[in-house]
């Protein structure tokens, strides 16, 4: 009898400033620049500011993913309206198609739900050709809500 891989776990944590070089790493990857909003690359002093004005901001919330101390990727929520958060996710680009979005995904979500009882309902926009963030998503409970060419957005009620 063959036994199965014991599945790899991440644990989610709020950001801090150690947190910023790895996360610049992570945004300026050819393929994550690619299907965000923003394609340009930027200069880590624009990211320093943006992550530090980040960690300060009331209605912004950075989770890493930890695994044996690697870094496995950022769950960002922008709180948006009263009850509503707008969720992303950012792979470090070394676990990319392994498999580890959704469980990633679903560590943030955890922390991030566990200390924000308040959120009602949660919102991603995604690339219609970024089918694996999609499959991602919809595998932690986001459906369908509306899309065009460029976008599709996803709605996950708590």
């Known amino acids: 009898m063959t036994s199965s891989p014991t599945p790899i776990t991440f644990i989610c944590r709020p950001a801090n400033e150690s947190d910023c070089e790895a996360v610049f790493e992570w945004e300026n990857d050819v393929a994550t620049r690619a299907m965000s909003a923003n394609t340009a690359l930027f200069s880590f002093q624009s990211h320093v500011a943006w992550f530090c004005a980040s960690l300060q901001n009331p209605d912004r919330f950075l989770y890493v993913a930890l695994h044996e101390g690697v870094r496995g990727g950022l769950v960002r929520f922008d709180r948006r309206d009263r009850g509503l958060a707008e969720a992303s996710l950012i792979l470090n680009p070394a676990l990319r198609g392994k498999g580890f979005g959704a469980t990633i ?54």
Do not use: P, W
């Open 105 to 158: 995904l679903r560590g943030g979500l955890e922390s991030f739900l566990h200390d924000h009882a308040d959120i009602q309902s949660l919102i991603a926009t995604i690339r219609t050709t970024n089918t694996a963030s999609m499959k991602c998503f919809v595998a932690c409970g986001f459906v369908l809500e509306s899309g065009d060419d460029e976008y599709n957005r996803y709605r996950r009620d708590i």
